[in-house]
């Protein structure tokens, strides 16, 4: 029997490098079958440094070259060297316009993105992307709403990338190893968990081409690069999401996994 085709995805992160951790493989699977993929980054802007690294990495993905919202990073100046405001000053409704723009243009089936936590470490600009495309995903399919902003279209779906109590394994002990915070969701929150273990060299790939993090000690691609491969793939090869139901509800066609 024929599987359905996978739907196409945007994702929306709130750094270079969120968008390889958190969902390379989701993102390689729908690519390697077809399905149309692009990733929105909400900090760092195309002068900065990291940019460049983040286009290698969607290019690895199949990704498509990045969409940037062009806002600076909550703590670190680097990341506007033009002087961009911050994604956590930037006015809420500013921000929100102008991811409605980028879904409304591109029309995703699915939008996959940050978890109301922050991810593990509950970092300022995961928490305020996560907002923001809760907003705009909505906001994406009302007429009356940004109206320059292009026709109107609505996901079926967000999906929330996000880390279950049971499921932080091996990535727990590492990210403490270095200071870092420990946020997870109960399992009982998480509604997909997708084996991305066929896809696991290429999403290790893109996370490599963030070549300034994985040579830092601290960020997680320089602690992912000093396990082994087994490590490594332990860690990196199963991905979590809650679904943020938008438009029909489960057992519908656009699902993230066929």
């Not at 995805?9 to 390379?24: N, Q, Y």
């Not at 591109?106 to 470490?121: F, Y």
């Not at 696991?200 to 690069?225: F, M, N, Q, T, Y």
């Not at 491969?229 to 519908?252: K, V, W």
């Amino acid at each position: 029997m024929n599987q359905p085709p996978l739907p196409s995805l945007m994702g929306v992160f709130a750094r270079p490098d969120d968008e390889s951790l958190l969902a390379g493989g989701v993102l390689a699977q729908h690519h390697t079958a077809g399905a149309r993929t692009c990733v929105v980054t909400t900090t760092w802007t195309a002068s900065s440094h990291r940019v460049p690294e983040l286009a290698d990495a969607l290019a690895v993905l199949g990704s498509g070259a990045p969409r940037l919202l062009g806002y600076a990073d909550a703590r670190n100046a680097d990341s506007a060297p033009d002087g961009a405001v911050r994604l956590v000053d930037a006015p809420l409704d500013e921000a929100v316009g102008r991811l409605v723009a980028h879904i409304r243009e591109v029309r995703p089936d699915l939008v996959i993105g940050h978890d109301a936590l922050g991810q593990l470490t509950g970092h300022p600009d995961h928490r305020r992307a996560h907002q923001i495309t809760l907003l705009a995903v909505e906001a994406a399919g009302l007429p009356h709403l940004y109206p320059d902003a292009g026709e109107p279209w609505r996901p079926a779906a967000l999906y929330a990338a996000t880390h279950p109590e049971s499921g932080v394994g091996r990535l727990g002990p590492l990210l403490q190893s270095v200071g870092k915070t420990l946020l997870t969701l109960p399992d009982a929150y998480v509604t997909t968990s997708v084996d991305v273990s066929p896809w696991a060299a290429v999403k290790w790939e893109a996370i490599c081409a963030h070549r300034s993090e994985a040579a830092r000690a601290r960020p997680l691609p320089g602690l992912l690069a000093r396990l082994t491969e087994p490590e490594r793939n332990d860690i990196i090869s199963t991905e979590h999401f809650t679904r943020l139901s938008l438009g029909p509800a489960p057992g519908d066609p656009h699902r993230l996994v066929a």
